[in-house]
């Protein structure tokens, strides 16, 4: 598996028109492997993710695959052909590292969705057919937490706690829509900053490479994990 990373120039309209449009942007990410690349096997799946850094007023594409990508087109489009390319690291040496008891600060982007039980859209102009087994969308933050903190454990991790409860906060939470096929979608996403312990190293290392939640084709499910710097007072 690997993992790359490249810096996106705002400035550019056609970095722009990506940004906006997850379906362009994991047509773009597509690209970036030949037809015959593998793009989803026992070992992981290609994944993606948009951060915005406001502080340092950066936006970067951070992907895993289990194949090196070739972001030429992407540099040429949405970069800066002339001096930044882009950075690749094989992630399995990572990977191999990982083992129960662990912290780790993580970020992950993700689409938190429920599947309707039932009809609660008392003045919906949508039939009960067309909204009960649907997957609708986590808009709140504490239901957009509280479906993280679920999931916790099925992928090999627990949020630690802080004296004000989980070790979490959600950002840049986004309504996004965009036309599919003739269709269009909408997701609700929500970007998740926050702090773990590894609970089982197996099922982390699946999370990993294979993303978390739904909507994983447009910038969603994956998780990036950096160590937790400790100060001089706790250590």
């Not at 099925?154 to 706690?161: C, I, P, R, S, W």
């Amino acid at each position: 598996m690997y993992l790359s990373r490249m810096q996106l120039n705002l400035a550019r309209f056609e970095a722009k028109q990506l940004i906006a449009s997850p379906y362009r942007m994991h047509a773009a990410v597509e690209h970036a492997f030949p037809p015959d690349a593998v793009r989803n096997d026992e070992r992981g799946r290609v994944l993606w993710r948009i951060d915005h850094n406001e502080q340092s007023h950066s936006t970067v594409l951070y992907v895993v695959s289990p194949e090196t990508p070739d972001f030429t087109h992407l540099v040429e489009q949405a970069g800066w052909p002339s001096r930044c390319k882009w950075e690749t690291r094989e992630y399995s040496k990572l990977l191999d590292r990982l083992a129960v008891g662990q912290q780790w600060n993580f970020r992950l982007r993700a689409n938190p969705v429920r599947k309707a039980a039932h009809d609660r859209a008392e003045h919906s102009r949508r039939t009960p057919e067309q909204i009960i087994g649907k997957r609708q969308g986590y808009v709140t933050v504490s239901q957009q937490i509280d479906w993280l903190l679920r999931r916790a454990e099925a992928n090999g991790f627990e949020v630690l706690e802080e004296e004000s409860g989980p070790a979490l906060r959600v950002t840049q939470r986004k309504r996004e829509q965009f036309n599919r096929g003739g269709s269009k979608v909408t997701l609700s996403t929500a970007a998740f900053d926050g702090c773990l312990r590894i609970t089982d190293a197996d099922r982390f290392r699946h999370a990993l490479c294979h993303g978390i939640g739904p909507a994983k084709g447009f910038g969603c499910g994956l998780m990036t994990i950096a160590p937790m710097i400790v100060s001089s007072a706790e250590e």
